[in-house]
């Protein structure tokens, strides 16, 4: 199983970014895929999440009219565009994939995102 995340980078304040997640090793339609982030000296936090099948999305409230998932079930890769970034966006984006079926979980390693000007 892998999660592998690319595109985080460094952005300007107000600027956008989209980050992407591809898949491997495992059935990626049947799994509920979520973006989560971690900011020096904080916990991890939900970002967003799709689900598997319907492509229901819940947002956090910091992000939520920002931030969009997105999922492509045919390439296995989800995808999570930010727009309008603040400085407190920074942190890295870890991509998270659970099993609807069994509750399976994996986590991807990681893509820093900074928001600075």
């Known amino acids: 199983v892998q999660l592998v995340e690319s595109g985080g980078g460094l952005v300007q304040p107000g600027g956008s970014l989209k980050v992407s997640c591809a898949a491997s090793?495992?059935?990626?339609?049947?799994?509920?895929m979520s973006w989560y982030r971690q900011a020096p000296g904080k916990t991890r936090e939900l970002v967003a999440s799709?689900?598997?099948?319907?492509?229901?999305?819940t947002y956090a409230d910091a992000v939520k009219g920002r931030f969009t998932i997105s999922r492509d079930n045919a390439k296995n890769t989800v995808y999570l565009q930010m727009n309008s970034l603040k400085p407190e966006d920074t942190a890295v984006y870890y991509c998270?994939?659970?099993?609807?079926?069994?509750?399976?979980?994996?986590w991807g390693q990681g893509t820093q995102v900074t928001v600075s000007s």
């Open positions: 998270r994939a659970t099993s609807a079926l069994n509750g399976f979980t994996y």
């Open positions: 090793g495992f059935t990626f339609s049947t799994y509920v």
């Open positions: 799709i689900r598997s099948t319907t492509g229901i999305t």
